[in-house]
C-alpha cells in the first residue's frame, strides 16, 4: 500500500507478521527488516512483487484492518482446524493489555476476552471490550462465535450470571461457574448446604510440582432442595466446594483456601475437579506465555484498532506453534523458526 495505490495484498502482508510472530519478532520496524532479509524465502508462497512492507504500511495495515472481521475470520480458521474432545473444557476469562493503558493520551486501555480449548491449547476467539465491567456482556457473544456442543464452559465469578448459564445450555453445553460473594444469597446458601448435607461424591488430586505440594479435594451436592431460586440457573445439576492445600516444599508453608462452584453437570467430582483444574490454563498457558513469550503487556501499538489486530497476529501465531508442537520451551522453538526456514515453512503450512 502506498499513497492510495494497493502494492501488497492482505495475504502477503498476513503471511509476512506471522512468519514473522512464530520467529519470536514482534514489533513493526523489526518485522519489516525481517520481510527484507528473508524476501526470497516469502517469494516462495507470494509474489511480493515490489519487495516487502515498510514498518509504516504495517502499521496502517493494522490499525485500518476491521477487528470483528478480523477475529472472524480467526475463529473460523481455528474451528476447522480444531479437535473435538468429550467434556472439552472452554476456558472463558479476560486480560487487559497493560501497554494501552487509559493514561495514554486520546487512548482508552483495551481488555479482551478469550476462550480456550484447553485440551487442544488453541485459542479459539476473543472478544473486545473497553473494560472489565463489561465482559459480562461479551461472553454470550463469545459463545455464539465457537463450536462449544459437548463442551464444559468454565468462567471466573465475574460471569457467573444467569444470562450466561442460559446462553451456555442453549449451546447444548455444561457449565462450571465459580461462585463468590457477587452472588451473595446464592453462595451463603451453597456455603450452608456443605455444612449441613453430605455429599453426592468426592474426590481428592494431589500434584505435586514447581516446588509444592498441592492436595485439590472436590466434594459435590445433587440434591438442590434447600437452595432458593435454583430454577433462575437453567440447567443447574449440582454445587460444588473444593478445598486446596497448598505445601511448599522448601519451607514447608501450609496455605488452605475453599472455593465454591455451580454447575451444569452430573455429581462426578472426578471430572469436575479436573474442569476446574483446567481452568486455570488460561491463565498460565495462554496469558502468562503472551506477555512473556510474544511481550503483549510490553507492546506499544496504540494506534486507531493495530492492539486488538495485533492481539489476533499473536494468537494465531501462538495456536500454530502448538499445532506442531517442538520440543524444548516456547521460547526455544521461536528461535529454531527464527534460524531455520524449513521448520518455519512447516509451522505456516496450516495458515
Known amino acids: 500500500m502506498n499513497g492510495g495505490n494497493f502494492r501488497y495484498s492482505l495475504n502477503e502482508i498476513l503471511f509476512l507478521t506471522l512468519a514473522a510472530a512464530i520467529s519470536g519478532i514482534t514489533e513493526w520496524d523489526e518485522m519489516a527488516e525481517f520481510g527484507r532479509h528473508k524476501l526470497e524465502w516469502l517469494r516462495k508462497f507470494f509474489e511480493y ?4 512492507p515498510s514498518h509504516d504500511t504495517l502499521n496502517r ?8 472481521q478480523f477475529c472472524d475470520s480467526f475463529t473460523e480458521w481455528v474451528g476447522e482446524l480444531r479437535t473435538h474432545y468429550r467434556d472439552e473444557v472452554i476456558a472463558i476469562d479476560g486480560k487487559t493489555i497493560r501497554g494501552t493503558d487509559p493514561k495514554c493520551k486520546g487512548m482508552e486501555g483495551i481488555y479482551y476476552v478469550s476462550a480456550y480449548a484447553a485440551e487442544n491449547e488453541l485459542v479459539l476467539s476473543q472478544a473486545i471490550t473497553q473494560e472489565k465491567s463489561n465482559e459480562i456482556t461479551a461472553v454470550p457473544k463469545l459463545l455464539d462465535a465457537i463450536d462449544c456442543k459437548g463442551a464444559i464452559i468454565t468462567v471466573d465469578a465475574l460471569n457467573c450470571q ?19 460473594k457477587n452472588q ?10 456443605f ?5 453426592a461424591d468426592h474426590d481428592k ?3 505435586i510440582g514447581h516446588g ?14 434447600f437452595i432458593d431460586n435454583a430454577e433462575q440457573w437453567k440447567g443447574m445439576q449440582t454445587i460444588v466446594k473444593i478445598d486446596a492445600e497448598r505445601i511448599q516444599k522448601a519451607t514447608g508453608e501450609v496455605q488452605r483456601e475453599t472455593r465454591y462452584y455451580i454447575s451444569s453437570l452430573r455429581p462426578d467430582a472426578a471430572l469436575i475437579n479436573y474442569s476446574v483444574r483446567k481452568h486455570w490454563s488460561i491463565e498460565n498457558k495462554l496469558h502468562w506465555i503472551l506477555d512473556v513469550n ?3 503487556d510490553r507492546s506499544r501499538k496504540r494506534k486507531d484498532h493495530s492492539a486488538k489486530n495485533y492481539a489476533l497476529v499473536i494468537k494465531t501465531a501462538l495456536n500454530l506453534i502448538r499445532l506442531k508442537p517442538g520440543k524444548g520451551p516456547l521460547k526455544r522453538q521461536k528461535l529454531r523458526a527464527l534460524l531455520d526456514d524449513d521448520l518455519r515453512e512447516e509451522l505456516l503450512t496450516k495458515f
Do not use: W
Request: glycine share 6%; charged share 30%.
Open 49 to 52: 512483487e515490489h519487495g516487502t
Open 61 to 68: 495495515l493494522y490499525s485500518s484492518l476491521d477487528p470483528g
Open 162 to 180: 444467569t444470562k450466561i448459564a442460559e446462553k451456555v445450555m442453549e449451546k447444548e453445553a455444561n457449565y462450571i461457574f465459580s461462585l463468590k
Open 184 to 193: 451473595r444469597e446464592l453462595y451463603e446458601q451453597v456455603v450452608g448446604r
Open 195 to 199: 455444612e449441613r448435607q453430605t455429599a
Open 205 to 207: 488430586n494431589i500434584d
Open 212 to 225: 509444592r505440594i498441592e492436595t485439590r479435594t472436590c466434594s459435590v451436592i445433587s440434591d438442590l432442595t
Open 294 to 296: 510474544f511481550g503483549e
